[in-house]
């Protein structure tokens, strides 16, 4: 199906202002059109005076028909200017709602997709889709669709007029009219691939940029600004290469549709000019035709700067109807989840799973986290530990097995009622531009103030954020980059104490915070956690030391379970894992394993 078609079934809703804009814009054309006429009229008067073709409706004394030409003129001309000025306004308005629309449906659709669509897809290049291609449509409604239309109306108005007034000439006027079609269909056509490159290398050029400046500090560290400045000019290079290929077929259009042009007006000159003299054809009429077949033809060079737009338009609306087409692979569930009924039990039942091509990570794992219970999962890289949270948040489906709450499948439950009851803090701290205070309040918006600072307390914040410029209204910066790593993470930890879930899963919340930091989100935990469920993903086993259960994992798999005394005195991974953090396993020899 054409873009243009695709777009058509998607706004729905603003048919009847696209048929209302096309109806100012057709009545702004005709009234564009009638000055010829009037020339017309007015070469007539002085010609044939009291024979005139206004004299035929009434008119016969010169002077008169001189007043009434001029009424008409100014009525005419005002009415043009009306309908300029609606047609404009209408399809301005137009473009600047769909174009709204456009993005916010896009955009709410990707936040419903799964996580592997981000995790497979370039932020900087969802980034162009959102906008740069949303804008290209917007840009093509302000102008391209009314001339389009303009030019259609021109067609159909001086087609009549000229077959009115002298139809063994009107044909000529017309002859190119059918080479400039076929030429602009064929262009359109040769020219759609070259401008959906031109948006991939758009996107290209985006995501790189993007990219670049999230990771600015390690481009410092490393001094790699020289390598990453020519590397973004290989893909601008590239960008450039794919907009010199569409240039060179767009500028070749408008000169060429001249030159076609130049026959039907020759035509038309000479050929009226002839009927003329000879006295077959009336002088005002044969200015009629001179001045019709420019206005007819001469816009027709404009197609190809229409037609430009028009294929910028539609390769971005592909790539921004293809992001709405996006199936969501994980279907949501119909039981509701009322935070008030949950009891927080979670069972991993022989669960497997691999991410989208690649290796197993969970291979058959069945654990047990009962309810109001702290129960951690510890293991080396790629163990499994952090899929497992996102298996609890249901950001992926096992490929077999289930995992439960209370009893439930995960994949019977409402996503949202699944994710409110669930509080995470994360190693990887994602904190917006924004104030403290919004930080805090951001999963719970209208919280009062003091229970945003009753949170921060609880999370040991409080103390380091009134020390800030502005306390609580201190802005931090994108991504919180004007706070300490320390100082993200308590801001974390107040973020879930304030929405008070019933489960609360800590990832790494404690792997790159210092031991004074680490021993005061220590002391916020064990306050948070009572009677609540804790789920405790650690690198740093003296954060689990008191937890009820420790789960150890080794290729998606339970190596050892128990307590932490349990394990610790027994022979396996955890305790090896101690000994080394303890520092008890210095001794070694180099390429002894722990």
């Known amino acids: ?11 729905t809703e603003y048919r009847s202002d696209a048929k209302i804009a096309t109806i100012y814009s057709f009545l702004n054309k005709l009234f564009d059109l009638a000055p010829p006429l009037l020339i017309g009229a007015a070469v007539d008067i002085v010609v044939r005076r ?7 409706f009434g008119v016969e004394d010169t002077r008169t028909q001189i007043v009434v030409l001029a009424v008409m003129t100014f009525t005419i001309w005002g009415l043009e200017s009306f309908f300029q000025y609606v047609s404009s306004l209408k399809w301005r308005n137009l473009a600047q709602s769909i174009q709204h629309e456009l993005r916010m449906d896009a955009y709410g659709h990707v936040q419903g997709l799964e996580l592997s669509y981000f995790e497979d897809r370039a932020t900087g ?4 889709v959102l906008n740069d291609d949303v804008n290209q449509l917007e840009r093509f409604l302000d102008t391209g669709a009314d001339d389009v239309i303009q030019t259609g109306a021109t067609v159909v108005l001086i087609g009549i007029v000229f077959f009115v007034l002298a139809p063994s000439v009107a044909w000529m006027a017309f002859i190119p009219i059918p080479f400039i079609l076929w030429g602009s269909i064929r262009y359109q056509r040769t020219l759609e691939p070259r401008y959906a490159a031109v948006r991939e290398q758009a996107a290209e050029i985006n995501s790189q940029l993007s990219n670049n400046l999230g990771g600015i500090a390690t481009i410092k560290s490393f001094i790699a600004e020289k390598r990453e400045v020519a590397r973004l000019g290989d893909t601008s290079q590239r960008y450039r290469e794919a907009n010199r290929s569409a240039i060179k077929l767009s500028s070749a259009f408008s000169p060429l549709i001249r030159i076609v042009i130049l026959v039907g007006f020759t035509a038309t000159l000479v050929f009226g000019g002839f009927q003329s003299l000879d006295g077959s054809l009336e002088v005002g009429a044969y200015s009629v035709m001179v001045f019709l077949t420019q206005r007819l033809l001469w816009p027709l060079t404009r197609l190809g700067q229409t037609f430009d737009l028009y294929q910028r338009a539609m390769a971005s609306t592909s790539r921004v109807l293809n992001v709405l087409d996006t199936e969501v692979s994980l279907a949501d569930g119909t039981v509701a989840l009322p935070r008030k009924d949950v009891d927080g039990a979670f069972a991993f039942e022989n669960v497997t799973f691999a991410y989208s091509e690649g290796p197993v990570v969970l291979d058959g794992l069945s654990v047990e986290i009962p309810a109001r219970k702290t129960t951690a999962f510890v293991g080396s890289t790629g163990a499994g530990k952090t899929t497992l949270v996102k298996l609890l948040l249901r950001f992926y489906d096992p490929v077999s097995g289930r995992v439960t709450l209370d009893g439930r499948d995960l994949r019977e439950l409402q996503v949202n009622d699944l994710r409110h009851a669930i509080g995470v803090v994360s190693q ?64 974390s930890i107040a973020r879930a104490v304030l929405i008070d879930p019933p489960i609360l899963v800590l990832d790494e919340a404690t792997s790159s915070v210092d031991n004074e930091t680490e021993a005061a989100i220590q002391r916020s935990f064990d306050r948070l956690s009572v009677d609540r469920t804790t789920i405790v993903i650690a690198h740093r086993l003296s954060t ?12 998606g798999q339970v190596a050892q379970q128990g307590t932490h005394d349990q394990l610790a005195d027994a022979e396996g991974i955890y305790s090896g894992l101690w000994s080394v953090q303890t520092g008890e396993a210095h001794d070694r020899r180099p390429g002894e394993v722990a």
């Not at 009291?50 to 035929?56: G, K, P, Q, R, V």
């Not at 290049?125 to 162009?128: Q, S, T, Y």
């Not at 689990?544 to 290729?555: E, G, H, Q, S, T």
């Open 1 to 11: 199906m054409s873009p243009l078609r695709r777009l058509w079934e998607y706004a």
């Open 50 to 56: 009291e024979n005139s073709i206004l004299a035929d």
């Open 125 to 128: 290049d969802l980034m162009a």
């Open 428 to 491: 990887d701290v994602f904190l917006f531009h924004g104030s403290v205070r919004d930080n805090i309040a951001y999963g719970k918006p209208d919280a009062d103030f003091e229970d945003i600072v009753r949170a921060a307390k609880i999370a040991e914040a409080d103390e380091f954020i009134n020390e800030l410029a502005d306390g609580y209204d201190t802005i931090v910066g994108e991504r919180g980059q004007k706070l300490s790593g320390g100082q993200r993470q308590r801001i």
């Open 544 to 555: 689990i030391r008191y937890a009820d259960r420790i789960y150890v994992l080794d290729r």
